[in-house]
């Protein structure tokens, strides 16, 4: 009986472990609908005051122009109406004037008329010779109708078409940006950033990618890169905190950006590489990823490490030539170009474990880049199967520089971790980034 119970005690422990995480499993997936939900509406929010506050603004802006438009024109026809109104005014003010001088003289006449026998003679004399001084046969021209202005406004009733069809076609909603974030990947002190179109129909001329760091702290995003691929690594990235990334896009022979793509939370668990500092010979920019070969080093060609095995196979060690330098290359321990590294010398020359290779890469140049990849073949010692007795453990390496790569087997003799690399500078003045 007793073990019956031990039974049944058994499946109803494993029944509640399971309720339990049945439960666990169905709320992280109503926290999840509440995101969802949460991001339907707060970005319909953002879309109802974007579109409020772009057409207010076009209507505040329209209403300014109108407006504008009306009082330059009104000005227009007050300058005409005051430039052809003045002539006609001293036109007006001259017959008045002879208006009076002829009523002035009709009066003196007809007293001249009314007037005694003895002064009838000089009365009518005088009137006479103002008459004369008048110059009563003499009338001012007055300008035909046709010959003034009539003043008038032509107005072009096309433009409510043409506003009528931009208008219809201003602006557009999406259920969903036309671009988004695909992938995520951590690199040493950065991060690898993928998107891709998830609208076919929307030709990208340009991609526009921003992050910032998550947090209380708010901080406004900044742009990373601009440009028509799509990935960037985003460097200078502290580690092991959360940053967020989004892309937008703009359209062929388009000047505005697309929507955001929904941020994406990125992180990076890996330290960023650097330079070993205090190094005889280089000097370092502040945040060790960049090594300059001065004038100070008396040795011929002295020898830069970093300053941690940081490079881990599975990664793609990245070195960026700001200057010709002679060579840089991943390397174990505290050994260079010997028997445990690989490098690649100026002129494209690949030496593995001391010995140069055929197969050459194209000459290290100004802007050059050189990436190194390896990933492990083989744990297991190959040989023998004991490494003190010459057993070795196998990298494939792939050492790329400008279209071209070089793969081969790097055998070692320990199992390997992680790798330190390092560069040499014959001449002071050049610069070398890596990442």
Known sequence: ?????????????????????????LQQRLNGLNQARKQVR?????????????????????????????????????????????????????????????????????????CGLGEKEDKLGSFTKKAVRIQLDSLP??????????????????LLGVLRDRVSRLGSVASHPPVQIEELQERPGSVLVRWCKVDEDFAAADYRLQHRRSGGGRSQYEDAYIGRDCEFLVLHLDPHADYLFRVSARGEGRTEWSPWS??????????????????????????????????????????????????????????????????????????????????????GAVFVNGKEMTNQLPAVALGSAVTFDMEVVNLFPVGNGDPGEGGHFKLRVTIGSGSREVVFDWLVEQTVDCLFFGCSFVHSGWKVVVF
């Open 1 to 25: 009986m007793s073990a019956e119970v031990d039974v049944l005690l058994q499946e109803a422990k494993e029944s509640i472990e399971a309720a339990q995480n049945y439960r666990s499993e």
């Open 42 to 114: 707060g970005s319909s929010g953002q879309a109802r005051e974007a579109l409020r506050r772009h057409f207010a603004e076009l209507q505040a802006a329209a209403t300014r122009l109108l407006s504008e438009r009306l009082t330059a024109l009104l000005a227009e026809v007050d300058a005409i109406e005051a430039d052809s109104v003045k002539p006609l005014d001293e036109c007006q003010s001259l017959i008045e004037h002879g208006v009076g001088q002829a009523d002035e003289l009709l009066r003196e006449g007809e007293a001249a008329l009314r």
């Open 141 to 158: 021209e007055v300008p035909a109708l046709v010959d003034v202005p009539c003043v008038s406004a032509q107005l072009d009733d096309s």
């Open 262 to 347: 929904v941020p994406q939370t990125g992180y990076t668990t890996l330290a960023p590489h650097e330079w070993c500092p205090g190094s005889e010979g280089y000097i370092l920019s502040s945040r060790r990823n960049i090594a300059l070969r001065s004038d100070s080093a008396h040795t011929r060609c002295p020898v830069l490490y970093s300053n941690a095995p940081t490079y881990f196979c599975g990664q793609t060690l990245t070195f960026k030539y700001v200057r010709t330098l002679s060579h840089c290359t991943p390397v174990r321990g505290e050994y260079f170009q010997t028997e445990e590294a690989v490098c690649i010398s100026t002129n």
